[in-house]
């Protein structure tokens, strides 16, 4: 990776593998998934592929480094919290545009939310 988290300077490969038929964050790793991490992989040997008849693909991630920013419902939070976050009008309605909030798979970064929290006050 062109940065390495300082907690994962001891790996150099992650492994994620999901069960074909079923697929639960509430399982413990080791049960119907399972995470592994590697330190050196120099005496690795490739295993040969075994046919599940999974409809999921393996792939491989190629991370790169990108500049991230919060998305609006983030920043707005801490504006909230920092009275000095305040941001000129014309930034604040183009926020989206000027602060580009990167999604998919990240380590690091800012999180990136599917649906902003629910704003009870607009109804």
Not at 24 to 50: F, H
């Amino acid at each position: 990776m062109p940065f390495v988290p300082e907690l994962l300077k001891d790996i150099q490969l992650i492994a994620i593998f999901i069960a074909p038929d079923e697929m639960t964050i509430q399982n413990e790793n080791g049960s119907n998934w399972c995470l592994r991490t590697y330190g050196n992989i120099a005496d690795m040997v490739p295993l040969k592929q075994i046919d599940t008849g999974s409809k999921i693909k393996d792939f491989e991630m190629r991370p790169v480094l990108v500049d991230d920013f919060p998305c609006w419902d983030d920043f707005s939070k801490l504006q909230l919290k920092e009275n000095d976050l305040v941001l000129p009008p014309d930034i604040e309605e183009n926020f989206a545009s000027y602060f580009d909030n990167k999604s998919g798979f990240k380590i690091g970064g800012w999180p990136t939310l599917i649906q902003s929290d629910i704003d009870w006050s607009s109804l």
